[in-house]
Nanobody, 133 residues
């Protein structure tokens, strides 16, 4: 079974901070690199931008626009991934999603999703972040 539940998004003023959390259910998420992605509301084709990645150890990577402002971390014991976002800017406004890197593929049986190699990309509902100027 796989499930991703993001939380922590909110409306904040520019320069403010937020901490996003992602509860990741499923063994696959405990062994794969994890990532935060974001989707801008006007993104053509529903494209998601890769924001930050973290391996099962401590190796992290960030897209240039968030370096020095965002910090990704994970608590494997709690199956939770975090994104600390500081000095937020209006162009950070987006819906934020967590997922494995690359995104997990899954199939649905009834109401439950299971990781399968030839499935579709599975995404949670995301959490919206709005930064006012």
């Amino acid at each position: 079974q796989v499930q991703l539940v993001e939380s922590g998004g909110d409306l904040v003023e520019a320069g403010g901070s937020l901490r996003l959390s992602c509860a990741a259910s499923g063994r696959i998420f405990s062994i794969k690199p994890m990532a935060w992605y974001r989707q801008y509301r006007q993104a053509p084709g529903n494209e998601r931008e890769l924001v930050a990645t973290i391996t099962n150890g401590i190796s992290t990577n960030y897209t240039d626009s968030v370096k020095g402002r965002f910090t990704i971390s994970r608590d494997n014991a709690k199956n939770t991934i975090y994104l600390q976002m500081n000095n937020l800017r209006p162009d950070d406004t987006a819906v934020y999603y967590c997922n494995s890197f690359p995104p997990v593929r899954a199939g649905r049986y009834g109401t439950t999703w299971y990781a399968i190699q030839d499935g579709i990309e599975y995404w949670g509902k995301g959490t919206p972040v709005t930064v006012s100027s």
